[in-house]
């Protein structure tokens, strides 16, 4: 089966980079999602990685290691909007469906 | 334009009452999915489908019930709601395949007293 780790809490301050990690531990790997939640709201797509290494996508960045079953979202020049949830996710099976998903990381940006 | 539907998006409810919260997507998606999420237990999935009629219970299917009979449609059943049942439910869908990601509806926030 799948078992997904992040961390439950983390704060930042505004205009500054933070790193948000996931581990997991799959029976066969298919790629790895991560999707932004703000409160109360639905989760919205964010990235897709397959392959090692970091993909960049404007302030966000995605980084994978098969190898160490690790990932970690990179946010740069953080605005008080992306305070918010941040959820990695792994299918089950191979392709992408169905997805489980970590407990998610809430993060605060502060001034 | 492109999105995942559900309807009601609040609903209070009494024990035992049945209730169905409706699913629909425009985006000829095969895969549909049902989720609740809950404090501090994150998202998890109760159904989902991978076509017309073909369903398959997820992490925490007890207490409810899907039907697929079109592909646009994938609506939750719950036919003796509980308080432990109280939640925020979202609907999903996406093309199966490797990288496409998943379309959520707005959210269910139901509240069995």
């Known amino acids: 089966g799948q078992n997904i780790d992040q961390p439950t809490e983390m704060t930042a301050t505004e205009g500054a980079i933070v790193q948000i990690n996931c581990t997991y531990q799959?029976?066969?790997?298919?790629?790895l999602f991560w999707y932004q939640q703000h409160a109360g709201e639905a989760p919205t797509f964010l990235s897709y990685n397959v392959l090692d290494g970091l993909e960049e996508k404007g302030r966000f960045s995605s980084f994978l290691s098969r190898s160490k079953g690790y990932s970690y979202l990179l946010l740069k020049e953080l605005q008080m909007k992306d305070s918010a949830s941040y959820l990695c996710?792994?299918?089950?099976?191979?392709?992408?469906?169905?997805?489980?998903f970590g407990k998610g990381t809430r993060l605060s940006v502060i001034a | 334009e492109a999105q995942v539907t559900q309807n009601p998006r609040y609903l209070i409810t009494v024990t035992g009452k049945k209730l169905t919260v409706t699913c629909s997507q425009n985006m000829n998606h095969e895969y549909m999915s049902w989720y609740r999420q809950d404090p501090g237990l994150g998202l998890r999935q109760i159904y989902y489908s991978m076509n017309v009629e073909v369903t398959d219970k997820g992490d925490v299917p007890e207490g409810y019930k899907v039907s697929r009979k079109e592909k646009r449609n994938f609506p939750l059943i719950l036919e003796s709601p509980s308080p432990n049942q109280t939640s925020l439910y979202f609907c999903?869908?996406?093309?199966?395949?490797?990288?496409?990601?998943?379309?959520f509806g707005p959210g269910t926030r139901l509240t069995v007293t």
């Open positions: 996710a792994v299918p089950l099976v191979a392709g992408n469906t169905p997805l489980v």
């Open positions: 999903a869908s996406t093309r199966t395949g490797f990288s496409h990601e998943q379309y």
């Open positions: 799959t029976s066969g790997f298919n790629g």
